[in-house]
């Protein structure tokens, strides 16, 4: 982990979802991944909503990678520098102690342990930026998360392979090493060293600076749509998690980038300033009519104005231009569900069944599947959508309630009856071994 000095804590901390970032984050890693031989599909990608400089790899093949990386970062390259070195750790097999410390802990768990604290579970909106989830719990991080500094040698070596394999530049990671010597001469190193995980070095750095002497693409510039990419980024972070005064100061209204149109129309939906975010926003829809994240924002704007018929529309034509979208149906089933018309709520579950196949692990999609059926008078299907839930958030004992419930109720042999008998069984097994 590359932790720059502040205080850890887990309280507070929440995981955003945002397909676009997401996507963007991805675009990022392909190259890299495949210089790496790694498979893009097998990774997760997880964006946390934290300020500091930070990028970490663990439970297996999980990145995680903290919003305040993304936002100071100046050049895609930065990040993809970063995130090139975090999979030096994974091909140099660093993440077996960590796999083994980790191998039973849910998603929440692990961002608990790696800012040093614990967090009771609960879940959010995961249709957007805006939303995020909370949990965790308490793990022994000094003896799962830290690097030696021969580890960091060897991983910064392999990024810089992998950078050559995929013929970019190293610049960025060399960026991005002398901000944190700039950061830990500012505030020092006196903290705990098993919370800086990741130990930076002047040898670290001279490496990086010879490497980027004798590359052959060190001067390889960065392509025009990562930079737009990475400037859309900017401004979609800056407009949802800062305060819209400080957007407003940033984004000056004859500011022609998309960045900052981008971060404005957000901050004018946070003030209920519908009129306004709309006012920016449809011209850009205008002029690139099969861009799926307008669509998408535009539909979070409608909804949170509470025009939810009209926000149905807009997700209805995110979703047709990016079918595998899967949050951005759960937005859409939402809004069907909210309108509670019998039709609507049969789209609602189409869309919540097409979301889940994509992405399973969204336990919001499950706990609004529960409110379709529940509105459609189907309980067995209810009591199945809802144990889905609980196995994911860690609700072990509800999930066998829920289960056995939904075994009673759904037709003995069917998909659901299956399923919830499998529920039950994972769920006694992971209680008994957790007592």
Avoid: C
């Amino acid at each position: 982990m590359l932790v720059l000095p502040g205080r850890a804590s887990a309280q507070g901390v929440s995981l955003i979802r945002d397909t676009e970032i997401e996507n963007t984050i991805r675009v990022y890693t392909a190259p890299v991944f495949q210089a790496a031989g790694i498979d893009i599909s097998s990774v997760q990608i997880f964006l946390v909503k934290d300020p500091r400089l930070n990028a970490f790899v663990a439970g297996g093949m999980k990145i995680f990678i903290h919003t305040g990386l993304l936002q100071q970062a100046t050049d895609p390259s930065q990040v993809i520098g970063v995130l090139a070195h975090e999979t030096g750790h994974i091909t140099g097999g660093h993440l077996a102690r960590i796999k083994e410390g980790l191998k039973a802990a849910t998603t929440q768990a692990i961002i608990a342990s790696v800012l040093g604290g614990a967090a009771a579970a609960a879940a959010g909106r995961p249709e957007g930026i805006g939303a995020a989830i909370l949990g965790g719990s308490e793990i022994g991080q000094r003896s799962i998360l830290s690097y030696t500094r021969g580890m960091e040698q060897s991983a910064d070596q392999a990024g810089a392979k992998f950078l050559e394999r995929s013929h970019q530049s190293a610049r960025g990671l060399l960026a991005f090493m002398k901000t944190l010597q700039a950061e830990e001469g500012v505030y020092g190193s006196n903290r705990d060293p098993y919370l800086r995980s990741h130990p930076l070095t002047a040898d670290r750095i001279r490496f990086m600076e010879n490497h980027v002497a004798h590359s052959r693409y060190s001067d390889v510039p960065t392509p025009p749509d990562l930079i737009a990419a990475h400037a859309r980024m900017h401004g979609k972070l800056n407009g949802f998690l800062d305060d819209p005064a400080n957007t407003f100061r940033r984004y000056k209204a004859d500011d022609p980038s998309m960045e900052a149109k981008y971060a404005r129309a957000i901050a004018f939906m946070k003030q209920n300033e519908t009129a306004n975010a709309l006012a920016i926003l449809d011209p850009l829809i205008a002029q690139t009519p099969k861009d799926p994240f307008l669509h998408e924002l535009r539909g979070d704007i409608l909804r949170d104005a509470g025009r939810a018929r009209d926000a149905m529309a807009s997700y209805k034509a995110a979703v047709a231009i990016i079918p595998w979208a899967a949050l951005i149906r759960i937005s859409l089933a939402q809004t069907q569900i909210e309108l509670n018309e019998q039709p609507l709520l049969e789209q609602a579950v189409v869309n919540l069944k097409e979301a889940i196949r994509y992405e399973p692990q969204v336990s919001h999609a499950w706990r609004q599947l529960a409110i379709a059926y529940g509105r459609m008078e189907k309980h067995g299907l209810v009591s199945h959508a809802l144990a889905e839930e609980a196995i994911l958030t860690g609700d072990y004992r509800t999930a066998i309630r829920l289960s056995t419930r939904a075994m009673k109720v759904l037709p003995e042999g069917s998909p659901e009856w299956l399923r919830s008998q499998d529920i039950e069984i994972q769920a006694k097994r992971i209680k008994k071994e957790m007592e």
